[in-house]
T-cell receptor, first 111, second 109 residues
């Protein structure tokens, strides 16, 4: 069974630009969650989608947004990038809420 | 804000049993205790989850006392490949996992 895939794996952007990250969940998983991981703040929950609806949201500014498609694939978008947005962005899918399967992440560098 | 407290780091040698204790004094009745493992530059991996007493799977055991204010993850006979960060989470079976700082386990030969 294929795991969670994320594209791209690495990305370099300039301050002020926007970026879109993609996540394909494990087949049959309808919940997709996004997390940001930085050395300073650790792993932080961004938001969760289930059946194309945002079901839960973390404490991040409105520049961070996401969506989920009918095939459960999800995208997250960050607009007006700031240096502090440099991080590893992780996507996780689940069938049972507490058992989330994480992808390899997208390493975003903002210069 | 993480609801758990764990040691920042632990050291062990190959072949030893490692016990990582997590404190969660304010655990709610509906909370489950879940442990994840994370290797550098990878996403966390689910290890084990429990509500009370003892749970065992092919990777680890989880011991939870009756008051549920703490839990202990037990890794039998660790190897170098068990070097990772281990996170203890309490969660109401929801999907917004709250990760703390975790415990960095270093296994030496």
């Amino acid at each position: 069974k294929a795991g969670v895939t994320q594209t791209p794996r690495y990305l370099i952007k300039t301050r002020g630009q926007q970026v879109t990250l993609s996540c394909s969940p494990i087949s049959g998983h309808r919940s997709v969650s996004w997390y940001q991981q930085t050395p300073g703040q650790g792993l932080q929950f961004l938001f969760e989608y289930f059946s194309e609806t945002q079901r839960n949201k973390g404490n991040f500014p409105g520049r961070f947004s996401g969506r989920q498609f009918s095939n459960s694939r999800s995208e997250m978008n960050v607009s007006t990038l700031e240096l502090g947005d440099s991080a590893l962005y992780l996507c996780a899918s689940s069938k049972v809420a507490y058992e989330q399967y994480f992808g390899p992440g997208t390493r975003l560098t903002v210069t | 804000l993480a609801k758990t407290t764990q040691p920042i780091s632990m050291d062990s040698y190959e072949g030893q049993e490692v016990n990582i204790t997590c404190s969660h004094n304010n655990i709610a009745t509906n909370d489950y205790i879940t442990w994840y493992q994370q290797f550098p530059s990878q996403g966390p991996r689910f290890i084990i989850q429990g509500y009370k007493t003892k749970v065992t799977n092919e990777v680890a055991s989880l011991f939870i006392p009756a008051d549920r204010k703490s839990s202990t993850l037990s890794l039998p006979r660790v190897s170098l490949s068990d070097t990772a960060v281990y996170y203890c989470l309490v969660d109401q079976a929801g999907t917004a996992l709250i990760f703390g700082k975790g415990t960095t386990l270093s296994v030496s030969s």
